[in-house]
């Protein structure tokens, strides 16, 4: 297993999640990585990304509640939730790159999704 996600969980409507995913020294990018979602019946999605110098990047309908952060020492991702919503219930996913493969920061934070790893995904359940 390349990329080990957190568990994710069900929440009511307003509540927070806090996800992390854990790389290893291969799998890890210190120069872009990223979280995606899918919801059924629906296209993956990207909704944040991270490049190296911490730089970020939302999809719009999780401007001001999500944060995506890293903590490159422990080669780990993280994405905090916060006033979820029912349309973000999905399979949340996060996607790195061997370190050795260099993405430019514009191009990190301008939707890039051909990540090397993909975590296995985890749920999230957003209720009413």
């Known amino acids: 297993v390349q990329l080990v996600e957190s568990v994710g969980g069900s929440v009511e409507a307003g509540g927070s999640l806090r996800l992390s995913c854990s790389a290893s020294s291969d799998t890890y990018s210190r120069h872009c990585m990223g979280w995606f979602r899918q919801a059924p019946g629906q296209e993956r999605e990207r909704v944040a990304g991270i490049s190296r110098d911490g730089s970020v990047e939302y999809v719009d309908s999780v401007k001001g509640r999500f944060t995506v952060s890293k903590d490159d020492a422990s080669y780990t991702l993280y994405l905090q939730m916060n006033n979820l919503t029912q349309e973000d219930t999905g399979m949340y996913y996060c996607?790195?790159?061997?370190?050795?493969?260099?993405?430019?920061?514009?191009?990190?934070?301008?939707?890039?999704?051909?990540?090397?790893?993909w975590g296995q995904g985890t749920q999230v359940t957003v209720d009413s």
């Open positions: 996607a790195t790159n061997k370190d050795t493969r260099a993405v430019p920061k514009w191009m990190c934070l301008a939707g890039f999704d051909r990540f090397d790893f």
